[in-house]
């Protein structure tokens, strides 16, 4: 028979190590749970008109780093819901957001921009081919709509060659963003 004495150190190894396993497959679970649950708080202040709260509520996941968070504070600063008016602040937030791999993030970045100069017209067909790839229906219908009328033929050349591939375009998209031909901001974010 083989006897091992236990020291102080394995016993409490073995509770770090029960520990860390607890909060290794609890805690994702609940920061999931948790920013799922302050976005759905979000949207339902946000559908009853309560545009402060809702703005309050993704505010909150977005300087956590929430990306879908983020596009909502976004276009609350677009939008002037719950706040004032800000199109840099729309913007700052949407590039978060696109920067983190978020494809309404980049499709809503890349609106903004394609709206701009030259310089940034070939940012925002980056970010929209970038989006496009991503799965964005509406960068995606966006992009096929604007090589189809020449929307893009101002742009030089170098500017729109992207490491990003375009992906083949699929039907149109849902979002409730209807986007006509790159004119006044206005009418782009139009409903």
């Given amino acids: 028979m083989h006897y091992t004495q236990s020291t102080p150190y394995q016993h409490i190894s073995r509770r770090l190590l029960t520990a860390t396993l607890f909060l290794g497959l609890w805690l994702p679970f609940h920061v999931f749970s948790s920013d799922f649950e302050g976005l759905e708080a979000g949207q339902k202040a946000f559908n009853a008109g309560n545009f ?17 968070a983020q596009v909502f504070v976004g276009l609350s600063y677009q939008n002037g819901w719950g706040i004032q008016k800000s199109s840099q602040l729309a913007e700052v937030w949407y590039q978060k957001a696109a920067k983190k791999n978020n494809a309404i993030g980049q499709y809503l970045l890349g609106l903004r921009y394609i709206q701009g100069s030259n310089t940034n017209r070939a940012k925002g067909l980056m970010w929209l081919r970038q989006a496009a790839s991503n799965g964005d229906n509406s960068a ?22 992207s490491t990003v591939t375009p992906p083949a375009l699929t039907a149109p998209s849902s979002s409730p963003l209807q986007v006509r031909k790159t004119v006044p901001q206005s009418q782009a974010f139009a409903g």
């Fill in 140 to 161: 995606q219908q966006f992009l096929k709509k604007g090589q189809a009328r020449g929307w893009f033929t101002d742009i030089p050349t170098a500017a729109t060659s």
């Fill in 52 to 68: 402060t709260l809702s703005f309050a509520l993704w505010t909150t996941l977005a300087t956590q780093g929430h990306t879908d």
